[in-house]
Structures are given as structure tokens and as C-alpha cells.
């Protein structure tokens, strides 16, 4: 829509210029890793050879022809997958630039697939109700349950019990000499009493 298109703008340079290195890198890796159909080895694995080691998985070029691997069946591979991609830009262009009416009754014909579809499997429904939804709820169980009433109950339990008991010493200490003086005197006499008694 118009509103959409009024705020669409370029990325900035910081975001720019790093994909533009990676996708020439991404080119060149292709390059390297030309197929044995197409006269080329996989170079990049020969140039790592030294520091990587060779592959158990990779074969020799002297192998790789000979233990299966068709060099017709390889080409057609390449081809049909070059192929898929080339219909599937060509659709996506007819559908929704060339003739978007059709995209929206195709739509309706097939409510279901486009349901599926549009929903991504629903993969990420799927993943919230089997793991982020149970994670959440035994985060929050640890949370109030563990954390709050066993954890923080505890140590807060602590102090207020450490509180209270010195509430009840704190009528012993009046801050006045005469008074301490006076229960020393009386743990003396105690103390005396106990060793004589005896």
C-alpha cells in the first residue's frame, strides 16, 4: 500500500556494506567450489587441505567418479534445481506484480494451502506450545514458588526471627550503667550459687 511504500528506505552503510562483502565472498566460494561436472574441483577444500585436514566424507577427484558418482546425474540435478528456482521467480513475479487478481482468487481456492502456508507449518505455534509455553510456566513456578517463598521466605524469615529475638533483648539493654552493672552482679551471684550448692 502507499503508507507502506512512503516509509521504505535503504539500509544504512553499517548494514550495507557488510552483506555486499559477504555476498562477493559468497561468490567467489562458489567459484572455487566449481562441481567435477563442470571441469572444476572443490579448490576451497584443497586450499584448506593443509590446515583442516582432509575430509573422511570427502572423496578424491579419482573417487569421486568412480564410486558412484554419475556425472550425468550430477549435471541433471544441477539443472533441475536451476530450473525450480527459475519457475519459482517467474511465479512470484506473475502472481504478484504481473497479475496480483490472480494471486488473490488462487487464494481463495485454495484457503487451506495458503493457510498452511502463510502460517509458515505453523513451526513457530508448534514451538511455543511445546517449548517456550512450558518453559515460561516453570520459569515462573521457579520463580514465585523456589525464589519468592522458599528462597527469599528463608532469609527474610531469618532476619524477622533475628528481629524479634533482639526486640526482646532490647528491654535488657536501657543504655543506663546502674542496670548492667545490676544483672552483672545478679549472673555473678548466680553463678556463685550454683559452684557452692552444688
Not at 552483506?19 to 561468490?27: P, V
Not at 554419475?70 to 497479475?99: D, R
Not at 526482646?168 to 557452692?196: D, K, N, P, W
Amino acid at each position: 500500500d502507499a503508507h507502506t511504500r512512503e516509509h521504505i528506505h535503504e539500509s544504512p552503510r553499517i548494514m550495507t556494506v557488510p552483506l555486499s562483502i559477504l555476498a562477493a565472498l559468497s561468490i567467489i566460494g562458489g567459484y572455487v567450489g566449481i562441481p567435477h561436472v563442470l571441469g572444476g574441483g572443490n579448490q576451497f577444500e584443497k586450499f584448506l587441505e593443509p590446515v583442516m585436514g582432509r575430509s573422511h566424507a570427502a572423496p578424491s577427484e579419482e573417487i569421486h567418479m568412480s564410486a558412484g558418482h554419475s556425472a550425468t546425474t550430477e549435471l541433471l540435478l544441477m539443472v533441475l534445481s536451476v530450473a525450480l528456482v527459475l519457475f519459482s521467480i517467474y511465479m512470484a513475479y506473475y502472481f504478484y506484480l504481473k497479475n496480483t487478481a490472480l494471486a488473490g482468487r488462487m487464494q481463495k481456492s485454495f484457503s487451506g494451502i495458503y493457510r498452511i502456508l502463510y502460517g509458515k507449518y505453523f513451526v513457530d505455534e508448534l514451538y511455543g506450545a511445546v517449548i517456550v509455553r512450558p518453559l515460561v510456566s516453570g520459569s515462573i513456578f521457579l520463580w514465585k514458588i523456589v525464589d519468592v517463598i522458599l528462597i527469599d521466605g528463608l532469609l527474610n524469615g531469618l532476619a524477622y526471627l533475628v528481629g524479634d529475638i533482639s526486640k526482646g533483648f532490647r528491654h535488657m539493654q536501657t543504655g543506663r550503667l546502674r542496670s548492667y552493672v545490676t544483672v552483672f552482679a545478679l549472673g555473678v551471684i548466680i553463678i556463685m550459687g550454683i559452684f557452692i550448692f552444688r
